[in-house]
């Protein structure tokens, strides 16, 4: 990698979700991590002689994870409700607003729970069944995939 692809490669990693980015190869090695959005660990390790243009043979990348999770005491009947969709995941109907949800609070079947903002529309998420949220697992505006755990519940 020469000097412009490894600035390329910082800018798209700035951009994106990602937390830890790990490449190698024989001559080469770069790993980036970052904590909320920000770069904070840069280790490139080249030899300046040998500079080389090879692809990586391979390449390590790890999701965001929440920045802290809320937590409280659980039992053994756990649920994790996942999206449906792909979008942006809101707590609250709007900035100024309270959390639909919080840790601790009992949810009745068909409450509406979160948002996922998805192609400008804003999707309603619900319970689906009596339940306590235990986790709240997405951060409030965080970018979320189809199927990705956002609450972790328990039956009630």
């Known amino acids: 990698m020469n000097i412009q692809e490894i600035k390329k490669l910082l800018e798209m990693f700035d951009s994106s979700n990602s937390v830890k980015l790990k490449i190698t190869n ?4 770069i790993t980036l991590e970052k904590d909320s959005n920000k770069l904070t660990k840069n280790q490139i390790q080249v030899p300046v002689t040998n ?12 999701q965001a994870t ?3 999770p809320q937590k409280i005491a659980s039992s053994n009947n756990t649920e994790t409700i996942t999206s449906p969709m792909v979008g942006t995941f809101y707590r609250a109907p709007s900035p100024d ?3 639909y949800v919080n840790v601790g609070d009992k949810v009745k079947k068909g409450q509406t729970i979160a948002i996922i903002e998805a192609m400008k529309i804003m999707n309603e998420i619900e319970a689906e069944f009596d339940c306590k ?15 990705a755990p956002l609450f972790l519940v328990e039956k009630i």
């Open 51 to 62: 500079i080389t243009q090879e692809i990586p043979k391979e390449i390590e990348i790890t």
């Open 97 to 99: 607003s309270a959390p």
């Open 66 to 68: 929440p920045k802290e």
């Open 133 to 147: 949220i235990i986790e709240i697992i997405a951060s409030d505006a965080q970018s979320v995939e189809f199927n």
């Open 26 to 29: 024989e001559n080469f090695e």
